[in-house]
């Protein structure tokens, strides 16, 4: 149809060719500059988007929790939730994206899903409550390694050498990240003080909600994978539709991180409301007059940066190749870490920058590793017989088919 309408608008009427007085008509004005590219297709701002995106998502949320002891994870997380469905909601009525509108039976099938997502993001909360965000960006990269390996069990996935060094990399700089916090703290209070023994506690509480979060994390992903083939969940349709950004493969979790937040809002304000102290004291607590106001806002934006990252996320793959988004993925981890030592109080040391040079470049052996796994060609000839199947394999293709 394209090409029609654009032979129709260039059709020139050329006269009598068999006359003797058939004049060319004049050729049409051209422009000797290339072709321009449109912002939207400029790679630089999604991939700038999603960096900034994610690293004002970690700064703020450090922000709140960092408060003089704030409890109201719950309150926060549900706050969070609220003004994502409400932002995507408001893109949805503007035309700028789509996705499908809440089924109960869906619902139903994701539940549990959403049970997951609500241990990882509370975890957390409370890992980066216990710990700063260098040490928090260096420990979750151990989730990498968790969901690499439940790709293997469940997925039938495999790992390369150059992945297991990277894994080696991450738990390498994780060690350093601990020893280092924990040396600080011995240092900076004395050997044998109370408060070097209380700031002990409270790195040892953050390095096990940390080990909680990524084991929460990691089921969540491949639980997620398992769903989003159960479900088939689309959240595009660009059929009869025209949007801001065209439509990709890549923005399919826009309908689940609708269901997501959805059935979340519930279970975080009941939590809320019956396990988290509501007592004026308490409130008072943790949003102090002087800094209230700061505290809500920020409480909001980083429940609208929850909604950019996926956008820009999708955005990144449309206009970049998965070379280039993998690879900013694993670049992102430097700044985002560095944040910490700029926004607040972190001690610059040298065991832990080297625990941040060691993770950074964990991230970018791993995104090779990946790309290089991706790019290898399917050789091998057809089979003439189905393969024999894990027990765990088999257990995840019957799920697919209920």
């Known amino acids: 149809m394209a090409d029609d309408k654009k032979r129709d608008d260039f059709t020139v009427d050329m006269g009598d060719r068999n006359g003797k007085n058939f004049e060319p008509p004049a050729s049409p004005l051209r422009h000797s500059a290339g072709p321009v590219i449109p912002a939207v297709n400029n790679p630089v701002f999604p991939l700038l988007s999603y960096c900034i995106s994610s690293i004002l998502m970690t700064v703020t949320n450090k922000f709140v929790l960092s408060g003089l002891g704030f409890n109201l994870n719950f309150f926060l997380l549900a706050v969070q939730s609220i003004v994502c469905v409400l932002a995507i909601q408001v893109c949805k009525s503007s035309g700028i994206i789509t996705y499908r509108d809440f089924n109960v ?177 308490n409130v008072n607590k943790n949003f102090p007059i002087e800094n209230r106001n700061n505290l809500i806002f920020a409480m909001v934006f980083s429940g609208l940066s929850s909604v950019f990252i996926s956008y820009t996320s999708a955005w990144c793959v449309r206009v970049t190749s998965s070379t280039t988004y993998s690879m900013v993925g694993a670049l992102n981890k430097l700044p ?6 700029v926004f607040f109080d972190t001690p610059v040391t040298v065991p832990s920058v080297s625990a941040i040079a060691v993770g950074f470049v964990s991230g970018i052996v791993y995104a090779w590793a990946k790309v290089k796994q991706n790019s290898k060609p399917k050789t091998g000839i057809l089979p003439t017989s189905v393969p024999p199947m894990s027990a765990s394999s088999q257990s995840a293709r019957d799920s697919f088919k209920s």
Request: charged share 15%.
């Open 336 to 341: 985002m870490a560095l944040s910490g030592l």
């Open 105 to 281: 039976d869906e619902a139903r099938k994701w539940f549990p899903v959403s049970l997951l997502l609500i241990g990882t993001i509370y975890t957390s909360t409370k890992a980066l409550q216990f710990l700063s965000i260098p040490v928090y960006t260096i420990f979750k990269n151990l989730t990498i390694i968790l969901i690499a390996y439940g790709e293997v069990l469940w997925f039938g996935g495999s790992v390369t050498g150059m992945a297991l060094f990277s894994f080696g990399l991450m738990v390498l700089s994780s060690v350093i990240a601990a020893w280092a916090d924990i040396q600080y703290a011995i240092q900076h209070h004395g050997q044998e003080t109370e408060a070097a023994s209380q700031s002990v506690s409270t790195l040892n509480a953050g390095y096990m909600w940390m080990l909680f979060n990524s084991l929460c994390s990691a089921a969540y992903v491949l639980g997620m994978r398992k769903r989003i083939k159960l479900t088939n969940f689309k959240d595009f349709d660009s059929k009869n539709r025209k949007y801001v950004f065209e439509v990709t493969a890549a923005d399919l979790y826009l309908t689940a991180m609708f269901y997501n937040n959805v059935l979340s809002i519930p279970i975080l304000l009941a939590c809320s409301i019956f396990l988290e102290n509501w007592s004026s004291e």
